[in-house]
């Protein structure tokens, strides 16, 4: 069974400082793999996805990730965090092969940018 | 706008009286979910929809029921509600070409007293 694992519930960071939120997951095959954002009294907000190709994908807002297949994990990353950054982040993936378009999603990371 | 709707927003109900909750996509979109959110636990999908008339369980899909009527409605029934249905739900949809993202509704925040 596929599964994804979020190892921190939170991740403090200055404002300006880099940050990373991290993911790692376990699924037969190549999986595709996403990452979402929930603002406070919303709804998910796709941010970047891995399907195959380069490594490091580039997404909404200045984030990226860098898909490991050798660490079977998708970082998200961001040069320079801001206080509006600060959100819940989750990871999902997805079966890469059947009729399904199911996502398994991680626990969530809240990230919180100090000003 | 291209968009997921959910309605109510907001609901509470007692144990047992039957509730639908609405969802609605604009995007001619195949493919429509139904996630709940719990802390700690992330997304859990309860059931989902690859077209019309075409639906099936997902990881926790005891105690609710869906439909799938027309293409772009996807409502959520749950025909005796108990305290462990309170939850954040929503609903997604998305093109059925693999590896597509999906968009999601702005959420329900169901409380069963």
């Known amino acids: 069974a596929q599964s994804v694992a979020q190892p921190e519930d939170q991740v403090n960071v200055a404002e300006g400082n880099p940050l990373t939120v991290k993911c790692t997951y376990s699924?037969?095959?190549?999986?595709?793999l996403f990452w979402y954002v929930q603002y406070p009294n919303r709804g998910l907000q796709f941010l970047l996805k891995?399907?195959?190709?380069?490594?490091l994908v580039k997404g909404s807002y200045g984030f990226e990730a860098e898909f490991n297949k050798s660490q079977t994990s998708f970082h998200l990353k961001k040069p320079s965090a801001l206080v509006s950054d600060s959100a819940l982040y989750f990871c999902?993936?997805?079966?890469?092969?059947?009729?399904?378009?199911?996502?398994?999603f991680g626990s969530g990371t809240q990230l919180t940018v100090l000003p | 706008e291209a968009q997921v709707t959910q309605n109510p927003r907001y609901l509470i109900t007692v144990t047992g009286k039957k509730l639908t909750v609405t969802c609605s996509q604009n995007?001619?979109?195949?493919?429509m979910s139904w996630y709940r959110q719990d802390p700690g636990l992330g997304l859990r999908q309860i059931y989902y929809s690859m077209n019309v008339e075409v639906t099936d369980k997902g990881d926790v899909p005891e105690g609710y029921k869906v439909s799938r009527k027309e293409k772009r409605n996807f409502p959520l029934i749950l025909e005796s509600p108990s305290p462990n249905q309170t939850s954040l739900y929503f609903c997604a949809s998305s093109s059925p070409l693999r590896g597509t993202e999906q968009f999601f509704g702005p959420g329900t925040r169901l409380t069963v007293l």
């Open positions: 699924v037969s095959g190549n999986p595709y």
């Open positions: 995007m001619n979109h195949e493919y």
């Open positions: 891995y399907i195959t190709g380069d490594n």
């Open positions: 999902a993936v997805m079966f890469p092969s059947g009729s399904a378009r199911q996502l398994t």
